[in-house]
T-cell receptor, first 109, second 114 residues
Framework: QQQVKQSPQSLIVQKGGISIINCAYE??????FPWYQQFPGKGPALLIA?????SEKKEGRFTISFNKSAKQFSLHIMDSQPGDSATYFC????????FGTGTRLQVFP | DTGVSQDPRHKITKRGQNVTFRCDPI?????LYWYRQTLGQGPEFLTY????????KSRLLSDRFSAERPKGSFSTLEIQRTEQGDSAMYLC????????????FGQGTRLTVV
């Protein structure tokens, strides 16, 4: 019940395309859903986050869509750039963060 | 404030030795978390503190692992009698007083047990 399932495991996108990463959870006690970006050898960096009373949040090229009834949320990266190539983790939070397994995104020019 | 700071960045140790890592959180943050991350995996929860109180420790965590946060400021994570399976990135994060606010991670300590 504490798991967060993330897909796909890896994603290859052309520059300028849309990258979409999906996550699903079971525990309805989760009340905060952040996304993190991680480059090799670095710690995860907070990208964008959403609370369950909101269905969508947009910051620049990054958008979270949240479906409370389906217990699913997704990250959309618009106009993907080579610099976006990294591993992305979704997380769900009660008193601590529970992470998904990660998606390795590669954006080719 | 420059964010969450971890020391050392890299540690190589022989099997059976003890190691200690330090984490300095963002100064106003009451919560401090420790996570472990192996290659290709998401960070795995180890333990967290609210000020100086250790509120939760993962049931998967061996009793060779211990963490402290004296005076509610910096924290240390000690691993006794290290094993090769302890090789991983150890991440520290901090947040304001509740869990459902932004948590910021340090750069991690990469442990290699040989």
């Amino acid at each position: 019940q504490q798991q967060v399932k993330q897909s796909p495991q890896s994603l290859i996108v052309q520059k300028g395309g849309i990258s979409i990463i999906n996550c699903a959870y079971e525990n309805t006690a989760f009340d905060y859903f952040p996304w993190y970006q991680q480059f090799p050898g670095k710690g995860p960096a907070l990208l964008i986050a959403i609370r369950p009373d909101v269905s969508e949040k947009k910051e620049g090229r990054f958008t979270i869509s949240f479906n409370k009834s389906a217990k699913q949320f997704s990250l959309h990266i618009m106009d993907s750039q080579p610099g976006d190539s990294a591993t992305y983790f979704c997380a769900a939070v009660t008193d601590k963060l529970i992470f998904g397994t990660g998606t390795r995104l590669q954006v080719f020019p | 404030d420059t964010g969450v700071s971890q020391d050392p960045r890299h540690k190589i140790t022989k099997r059976g030795q003890n190691v200690t890592f330090r984490c300095d959180p963002i100064s106003e943050h009451n919560r401090l978390y420790w996570y472990r991350q192996t290659l290709g995996q998401g960070p795995e929860f180890l333990t967290y503190f609210q000020n100086e109180a250790q509120l939760e420790k993962s049931r998967l965590l061996s009793d060779r692992f211990s963490a402290e946060r004296p005076k509610g400021s910096f924290s240390t994570l000690e691993i006794q009698r290290t094993e090769q399976g302890d090789s991983a990135m150890y991440l520290c994060a901090s947040s304001e007083w509740t869990g459902n606010t932004e948590a910021f991670f340090g750069q991690g300590t990469r442990l290699t047990v040989v």
